[in-house]
Antibody, heavy 116, light 106 residues
Framework: EVQLLESGGGLVQPGGSLRLSCVAS????????MAWVRQAPGKGLEWVSG????????YYADSVKGRFTISRDNPKNTLYMQLDSLRVEDTAVYYC?????????WGQGTTVTVSS | SFDLTQPLSVSVALGQTARISCVGN??????VHWYQQKPGQSPILVIH???KRPSGIPERLSGSKSGNTATLTISRVEAGDEADYYC?????????FGTGTKVTVL
């Protein structure tokens, strides 16, 4: 079964850092662009970042530009998101998704809570 | 700015038709995708590239587009269609989701 599994979320203080991971299985990871999407508690979906299949091109929402860094390791079938200078408003469930186009496969999400 | 506006909520009687609009500049020149999300679950892609259904999505769900408005239509609404629905566009260097619509089945 095609699957994405995120990890790395947790509780962090404002200004802190986290590294999220997303492991892909049962599809050719290196053939697909990928993305991170987040959802704050009780709010809608927000696209955060995207990366091309080979990793040469990366894209960011204005709200995270300069603070978050997306990357991938194709031999390890893994997508990453480095979250730095975290703010309270970054609190959300973070999903990784395969970009078909259209995000056709989603992980179960990992929760990031930024609080003092 | 590039925003995608959806109605906050749509109520529909069982067996009737629900239509959810998504309005935004540049919708006419970008592919629109639609997602269904039920409470506590990850989103599911239900329509991609304006009007294409992924495998496993019933024909009751369809997508269309005219000018700067995209529409998701759910025919013969079932209780299981009650969920939040989001439109989404990828515009050159950024993705964008609509504001989301809660569909309530009466």
């Amino acid at each position: 079964e095609v699957q994405l599994l995120e990890s790395g979320g947790g509780l962090v203080q404002p200004g802190g850092s986290l590294r999220l991971s997303c492991v892909a299985s049962e599809f050719t990871f290196s053939n697909h662009a990928m993305a991170w999407v987040r959802q704050a508690p009780g709010k809608g979906l927000e696209w955060v970042s995207g990366i091309s299949d080979a990793g040469a091109r990366t894209y960011y929402a204005d709200s995270v530009k300069g603070r978050f860094t997306i990357s991938r390791d194709n031999p390890k079938n893994t997508l990453y998101m480095q979250l730095d200078s975290l703010r309270v408003e970054d609190t959300a469930v973070y999903y990784c998704a395969r970009d078909l186009p259209g995000f056709d496969v989603w992980g179960q999400g990992t929760t990031v809570t930024v609080s003092s | 700015s590039f925003d995608l506006t959806q109605p906050l909520s749509v109520s529909v009687a069982l067996g009737q038709t629900a239509r959810i609009s998504c309005v935004g500049n540049y919708i006419g020149i970008n592919s629109v995708h639609w997602y269904q999300q039920k409470p506590g679950q990850s989103p599911i892609l239900v329509i991609h590239t304006d009007n294409k259904r992924p495998s496993g999505i019933p024909e009751r769900l369809s997508g269309s587009k005219s000018g700067n408005t995209a529409t998701l239509t759910i025919s013969r609404v079932e209780a299981g269609d009650e969920a939040d629905y989001y439109c989404q566009v990828w515009d050159i260097s950024a993705g964008l989701f609509g504001t989301g619509t809660k569909v309530t089945v009466l």
